[in-house]
């Protein structure tokens, strides 16, 4: 499958445009179904138990789906959130980085949506699991 943009361009256009999150996330690959994208949390990204927050696991299931729609569509950095949907199902592993993988389900003209797990590096039963759409904009 061709991609519009692979793992190396947008780990790229992470470092260079999204300074909040450029030191903790990885685009670590592209996949037939969407990619994959590390988390690698510090200090800010814990809770008491040194386990990772929800909010964190928010923001690598928002920005995952964003990587994986533009992996498709090219370039268009004002694509934006427009619904998501979570669900903690378990507390992730204590000082384990998180790996969260996409699965696009649709990519329209206006519209994308995206499916994800969210895994403690190592483990096999998901933490999280989450669901968000995204509005294209116009050419």
């Excluded at 389900?105 to 039963?125: M, N, P, Q, T």
């Amino acid at each position: 499958m061709t991609f519009a943009l692979d793992a190396d361009a947008l780990n790229a256009f992470l470092q260079d445009d999204f300074w909040q999150v450029k030191d903790t996330l990885i685009i670590e690959e592209v996949t037939d179904e969407g990619v994959i994208v590390r988390l690698k949390p510090t200090e800010e990204h814990l809770r008491p138990g040194a386990t990772v927050s929800g909010p964190t696991m928010f923001m690598l299931a928002d920005c995952a789906v964003y990587f994986a729609i533009l992996s498709r569509i090219g370039m268009k950095p004002l694509t934006v959130t427009t619904n998501a949907s979570i669900d903690y199902m378990r507390k992730p592993a204590a000082n384990a980085d998180l790996l969260c993988h996409v699965r696009l389900l649709k990519i329209g003209r206006v519209l994308a949506v995206g499916d994800c797990l969210i895994y403690s590096d190592g483990k096999s039963e998901p933490v999280a699991t989450a669901r968000m759409t995204y509005s294209i904009p116009p050419e």
